[in-house]
T-cell receptor
Framework: DAKTTQPPSMDCAEGRAANLPCNHSTISGNEYVYWYRQIHSQGPQYIIHGLKNNETNEMASLIITEDRKSSTLILPHATLRDTAVYYCIVRVAGNQFYFGTGTSLTVIP | GAVVSQHPSWVICKSGTSVKIECRSLDFQATTMFWYRQFPKQSLMLMATSNEGSKATYEQGVEKDKFLINHASLTLSTLTVTSAHPEDSSFYIC??????????????FGPGTRLTVL
């Protein structure tokens, strides 16, 4: 599975959009991009995933570049409850998840 | 959405004892479950992949005789930490994969079990 690179930490003002980048330059054609988040002392929570096209659900939007070498998770209106560690993972469907170091997002009042 | 539970949520034990952690998929059948370990301020580390009815596959560096995994049914996998020592103190998280499609698989995580070995 391809490795990912994320900034270790980010801050975002409450109510503003949080844009979390992820680089996955070695992604292969059959690997999906997944985003999970982990709030302190809890299990990871699924956010969104995609293969090629941009995706949106009730939690977030996922923007994948045309060459698929990077992606951005967008939380449109960040709240204090969005403070968590966000993990970007690329993997072949059915394979195990290997977590990187993630981005610690702090939403500031 | 699919729910995965773990029991217990927190366990404290004496050094040398064995501890069993259960992972259950509550509303779906999971042919494959995964066990992770997370130390403070670190990311999740995959320990093993558990397939129903067969032996677990362990990641490199994980002692299979110390971390016994049993996946006897489609809704239950157990992790037993044998002869636990303080360095085994960690947050143990399981996940369960729903569906057998090879195009993409949803994987749902449990809430985690915090193990403290005194």
């Amino acid at each position: 599975d391809a490795k990912t690179t994320q900034p270790p930490s980010m801050d975002c003002a409450e109510g503003r959009a949080a844009n979390l980048p992820c680089n996955h330059s070695t992604i292969s054609g059959n690997e999906y991009v997944y985003w999970y988040r982990q709030i302190h002392s809890q299990g990871p929570q699924y956010i969104i995933h995609g293969l090629k096209n941009n995706e949106t659900n009730e939690m977030a939007s996922l923007i994948i570049t045309e060459d698929r070498k990077s992606s951005t998770l967008i939380l449109p209106h960040a709240t204090l409850r969005d403070t968590a560690v966000y993990y970007c993972i690329v993997r072949v469907a059915g394979n195990q998840f290997y977590f990187g170091t993630g981005t610690s997002l702090t939403v500031i009042p | 959405g699919a729910v995965v539970s773990q029991h217990p949520s927190w366990v404290i034990c004496k050094s040398g004892t064995s501890v069993k952690i259960e992972c259950r998929s509550l509303d779906f059948q999971a042919t494959t479950m995964f066990w992770y370990r997370q130390f403070p301020k670190q990311s999740l580390m995959l320990m093993a992949t558990s397939n129903e009815g067969s032996k677990a596959t362990y990641e490199q560096g994980v002692e299979k005789d110390k971390f016994l995994i049993n996946h006897a049914s489609l809704t239950l996998s157990t992790l037993t930490v044998t002869s636990a020592h303080p360095e085994d103190s960690s947050f143990y998280i399981c996940s369960a994969r729903r569906g057998a499609s090879t195009t993409y698989n949803e994987q749902f995580f449990g809430p985690g079990t915090r193990l403290t070995v005194l």
